[in-house]
């Protein structure tokens, strides 16, 4: 037949990444927060070309100054520039973010997965163990988990991931729960299809909406944790740039010179809502019926 | 010696639940001619699609045989059993839920391919896909399409040329046109019948629709309850039903004419529960003509003419 | 004339207001309806028989849906212009309405009998025993045993489900009941004793009633007047015996050919070709003319009207209202 040669009415097919993208960049929304997401991620790379001063040198004679031409986002207590101390601790921020979230994803993607799909007693094991990291307050558990790996940036982010793991995995066993008896995964298993097939190609894609949106919203929580196990001493030491440390110093000035902490929580800010408006694109870009 | 494609044996299906052990198939034989399609008609619940698949082994059988070609497929192990797989294959009755909503029609039709690694090269497996999208009928534009944006008949063309991509011999099809407008309805049963004249496929055709079920089947089987009630071939069973619930079932179904009026047999009540269920005849909590031994006694399956089988102690007089 | 009528529809029409689309869900649709007598409304999924009936009830989901025009005469009121208030006094005493699904349509947190008591409460007011009193008299009334009544949806079975939603319609005596697909959800042999049961109900109150249906067996068996809908028109409007025994309309013969007959030996079924339009991009002309094996130049550019073609019997079809009739 020379139907399969001569395909006129056949539209040119696109690659899966370019007809996501195609989609991804229709929607302003979720360009914008790309491109703020850009900047950070340059700031971060760039930080020692493009940041004005020393991120550590300090000024005594200009403590708590606000911002002026000299210092566009002001000073802090040890008259550092803030802007500086931004631009690099965006380094620590944002990798602590991604980092603890791909840690979290794959553990609670796994274990969720494994959970859901197989269900019986494996999934009675897996689950109440979340349910016991999940009665464990947070911030304890993060505590926990650094004292037992010792201090370090690196054990930071292994103790945020671990901790926020449960939610992940709760969110994916529910989502396999529903797509386990779809008609399309029993037609795919009819085919010859093995497990690692069915839950890889058909039930993880169909449960990543409600994935991307946690993840997404998690990045900020996990920035914060890592501000709070640093006011511990547990996490970055003090003369490192970091967003959140910055935060909860400027807490005691926040009267005098409030500059000290709007700066750096606008900076988490943006990073959340750039990740955010991210997230919901992917999402909708990823998603067939939700096209053009 | 007619040639028997697939020979159910003592098939049983129990499902564990919280009240107690759900006899969803129990203890039904049957087998099925190369080329033929046997009907297979019950109310929900009576355990039909439980037996489709069954007999693919998506639901671990709780016992008995199934013979395809003289091999026993619930004795296959997992490597033994994915070979196997291109012989039989599926067709659901839901074409929305039966397709991933992330997958384009190419992808859908195509997977099997991939999963059995059948093609050779990419172009190969390209003009398969082409191929099968032409045998059901699917215009090829519709290629990228997602299932979303197809109608319900188009969608269980994506199903039905999903289900032939290994060439299949023997197909079960679940509710193929349950879900699908009259007018549809109508070509998808044209094209399955088209197919099976083709490509010599053999089908076990599961339906609560008799008039459908008696348009597309040489032979039909009645379920009530996990069990095989009647068996006979499609004519006969229509022009002489012999079980109390076959006769009920065929007099139940609305007829789209004004000149014929047909003597309704009312049944009392509603199917029972297929957990635990109780010593004797499945239907004689809701027969008519239930005797003292119904109640106590299963009855069996037997030949009472010429490929006419009747499970109903009332044929024993 | 109209006065007669318990029921009007002239001009109806209902559009869809989408993003970017507008979907013609129901366009210039005229019925009527006496007291006591059935309709049945026959079509596809899309034709607008759902669409229909909701705005009777007014129930639509307004937006995206819009009554463009139109007028629905209920016992002489435009239900299309009364308040909100008083719609609310009419849905569930002077017309109510049964779903197709009866697994959705119960409360599953509250007994069956409650569930009755409470439209009765709501309507006719009384006490509260009085009303339960009543409640196990409707059920009663369906084939249920009236102890049951303090039950849970989920202890009943489909057919029983229904039964207890016919029971909840019939509640406040209505004089119009609207059954959307009622036994499309349930099994052959259940659906057969539903039916007897709407029978029995229908004669006995004399109640008045849209069926709306995609099987013609149901119809035959139960209804008086007969309405083909296709793409939010009525192609074809007769009795049942117009309908069934001088069928007119190519859609309506379409329709009859593709049903497997269970009575006469057919080797293949003849399929109407094609698809339902497109709702927000429907053809010009006649809307059923790209599938229609007898469309003419004329079908394609001009929409036909609804004519009567014997009394009773109305066909919206060139073909016929044309001299040439076809069908001789």
Known sequence: ?292 | MPDKLLEVKHLKKYFNTKNGLLHAVDDVSFDIERGETLGLVGESGCGKSTIGRAILRLHEPTGGEVLLNGVDVTKLNKQELRALRQKMQIVFQDPYSSLDGRKSVFESIGEPLVIQKVCKSKKEYEERVYELMETVGLAERLVNAYPHELDGGRRQRVGIARALALNPEFLVLDEPVSALDVSIQAQVLNLMQQLQKDRGLTYLFISHNLSVVKHISDRIAVMYLGRMVELADCKQLFKNPVHPYTKALLSAVPIPRLDVKTERILLEGDVPSPVNPAPGCRFAGRCAQCMERCTAEQPELREIEPGHFVACHLCDR | MANEKLLEIKNLTVHYQSYDATVHAVENLNLSLGNGETLGLVGETGAGKTTTVKSIMRILPTPPARVVSGEIFFDGQDLLKVSEKEMRKIRGKEIAMIFQDPMTSLNPVMTVADQIAEVIRLHDGGSRAEAHKKACDMLELVGIRPERGSDYPHQFSGGMKQRVVIAMALACNPRFLIADEPTTALDVTIQAQVLELMKKLKAQYQTAMVMITHDLGIVAEICDYVAIMYAGEVVEYGTREHIFNSTAHPYTKGLFACIPDIFTEQNELVPINGLTPDPTDLPQGCRFNPRCPYATERCRQEHPENVEIEPGHFVACHLINGGGNENA
Request: include cysteine; hydrophobic fraction near 45%; aromatic fraction near 6%.
């Open chain 1, 1 to 292: 037949m020379s139907a399969i040669s001569t395909k006129p009415n056949v539209p040119k097919k696109h690659s899966k990444l370019q007809e996501t993208w195609r989609r991804f960049s229709k929607n302003g929304r979720a360009v914008v927060g790309l491109c703020i997401v850009i900047m950070l991620v340059l700031c971060a790379v760039l930080a020692p070309i493009i940041s004005p001063y020393e991120p550590n040198a300090q000024d005594p004679r200009n403590r708590l100054q606000g911002p002026s031409a000299d210092h566009w986002f002001g000073t802090d207590e040890l008259g550092r520039d803030i802007l500086s101390r931004i631009i690099y601790g965006a380094r620590i921020s944002m990798s602590v973010g991604l980092i603890a979230i791909c840690i979290s994803l794959i553990g609670g993607v796994t274990l969720g997965a494994i959970a859901g799909y197989y269900g019986g007693t494996i999934d009675n094991i897996i689950m109440r163990c979340m349910d016991v990291l999940l009665s464990i307050p947070t911030i304890l558990l993060n505590i926990s988990i650094v004292a037992a790996l010792g201090s370090g940036l690196q054990n930071v982010m292994i103790a945020i991931g671990v901790s926020s793991i449960p939610g992940y995995c709760r969110i994916v066993r529910a989502s396999i729960l529903s797509l386990r008896d779809q008609d399309f995964v029993e037609a795919s298993r009819a085919a010859g299809a093995n497990d690692f097939f069915l839950i890889t190609r058909h039930i993880l894609p169909n449960c990543l909406a409600p994935l991307i949106v946690q993840a997404t919203l998690k990045i900020g929580a996990a920035i914060l944790s890592c501000a709070s196990m640093s006011f511990l001493g547990l996490g970055i030491v003090p003369p490192t740039a970091e967003w959140g440390s910055m935060l909860s110093t400027g807490r005691d000035f926040l009267r005098d010179a409030p500059h000290v902490c709007i700066f750096p929580g606008l900076a988490i800010m943006a990073a959340v809502f750039s990740m955010n408006l991210v997230g919901d694109g992917l999402r909708d870009a990823l998603d067939p019926k939700l096209k053009d």
